[in-house]
Each structure stands twice: as C-alpha cells, then as structure tokens.
T-cell receptor, first 120, second 115 residues
Framework: DAGITQSPRHKVTETGTPVTLRCHQT?????MYWYRQDPGHGLRLIHY???????DKGEVSDGYSVSRSKTEDFLLTLESATSSQTSVYFC???????????????????FGPGTRLTVL | AQSVTQLGSHVSVSEGALVLLRCNYS??????LFWYVQYPNQGLQLLLK??????LVKGINGFEAEFKKSETSFHLTKPSAHMSDAAEYFC?????????????FGQGTTLQVKP
C-alpha cells in the first residue's frame, strides 16, 4: 500500500470555524489531490498540486484553499466551514510523470483512508 | 470534455453469479480508464486500468474489463461473485491531455452480493 496518511480521521466542527486537513505521503510522488465524496456524486476534485508551491483548482474549489510547502504534505483549508462542506475528504497521490505516457505508473492515483468532516 | 457515466447506482447479484458493472465514457482524446473499489469506511483501491496496451484488462480479485472504443464502454466483469466483493465501485477517466493526471469519476455503483 502507498504510504499515505490523513489527519484527522474524524472531525466535528461548527459553522464559521476554520478547518485544516492534512495529507502526508512517504512515496515522494510529485502529484497530490484533494477530493470530496458525497452520495450520488462520486468523487469530485477540489484542488491538486503538481509540485511544491504549485497548485491549481479542481471542479469544486469554492470555499477551499490548499498549500504545499513540502513534497510530502498537502494541506486543505476550509476558511469558514459551512454545512454544505460536510463530507468525506480523500487525498490521493500520483507518480504520473515518473512513468510517462507509455505505461508503468501513468495516471494511477493512490488514495488515503479519508477524513470524515461534519459541520454543524 | 471528458465524462464518465456508470449505469445503475445499485447492482445486486447472488453469490456465484456473474458480476457486470457498466461504465461509459466520453473523451475527445484516447482515454486512460480505471476501475477502483471502495470497501466500507476505507479509501479507494485500484482494481485495474486501461492505458491502450490491450483492450482486455485483468485486475485484482478476478475482475476484468474490456475497452470497446466503438461503444465508448469499459464494463467491469467477474465470472463468479463472492461475498467479499460487496463494495462500491468507481469508474474513472484520465484527463490525459492536460498533463496533470487528473481523474474524473463516475457516480459509483454499489454491489450487493446475496448468499
């Protein structure tokens, strides 16, 4: 299994409070992703990173920010949590460029165990 | 733009029966396609992937999928269901042209296996 941990694993917070979720990897993979999982929606990409200090938005980025100051850590921050952000959050990593388009690890993403966030 | 549609949010089979989970994709470029499985309260685990090498792809736990370009499909099958196969399954397509490794996921299909 890929070395990916997420913390905390569970969190209950109140509307309007800031929340930071952490994703830590020991694989030295270049790409990291944050998804949220909601019933009927599958997984939706929030933000992703393609290197230290290099990040970009996904399809559901409103209300979220990210930072990546080290290869191994990718932080997701909810500046002011809302009830609509109650969800399960997954981090993923990828060695997309390492294998190249010809094969190997191309595009395979490996997922962390998830963080269940409840905003009251 | 790429997209993925999984037909049927819930599929129920008897133990020992054929498993068929349907996935159709839309992509303007040759796609990379994936099936992931999620067991309760766990993250996603890769079952198999298609990266244009062979149209019939074999994965873990006896699953396989066939890429059919003419039908834009990548259905997942297993000849004989086991109770341990009960889980949620996700099909995904890679947004390969953007060089970011991003995936677009289908809505998921929950597989129930009855004894």
């Amino acid at each position: 299994d890929a070395g990916i941990t997420q913390s905390p694993r569970h969190k209950v917070t109140e509307t309007g409070t800031p929340v930071t979720l952490r994703c830590h990897q020991t694989e030295n993979h270049r790409y990291m992703y944050w998804y949220r999982q909601d019933p009927g929606h599958g997984l939706r990409l929030i933000h992703y990173s393609y290197g230290v200090k290099d990040t970009d938005k996904g399809e559901v980025s409103d209300g979220y920010s990210v930072s990546r100051s080290k290869t191994e850590d990718f932080l997701l921050t909810l500046e002011s949590a809302t009830s609509s952000q109650t969800s399960v959050y997954f981090c993923a990593i990828s060695d997309y460029l390492r294998g190249g388009l010809a094969g190997g690890g191309t595009d395979t993403q490996y997922f962390g165990p998830g963080t269940r966030l409840t905003v009251l | 733009a790429q997209s993925v549609t999984q037909l049927g949010s819930h599929v129920s089979v008897s133990e020992g029966a054929l498993v068929l989970l349907r996935c159709n994709y839309s992509s303007s470029v040759p796609p990379y396609l994936f099936w992931y499985v999620q067991y309760p309260n766990q993250g996603l685990q890769l079952l198999l992937k298609y990266t244009s090498a062979a149209t019939l792809v074999k994965g873990i736990n006896g699953f396989e999928a066939e890429f059919k370009k003419s039908e834009t499909s990548f259905h997942l099958t297993k000849p004989s269901a086991h109770m341990s196969d009960a889980a949620e399954y996700f099909c995904a397509v890679s947004v390969g042209s953007s060089n970011t490794g991003k995936l677009i996921f289908g809505q998921g299909t929950t597989l129930q296996v009855k004894p």
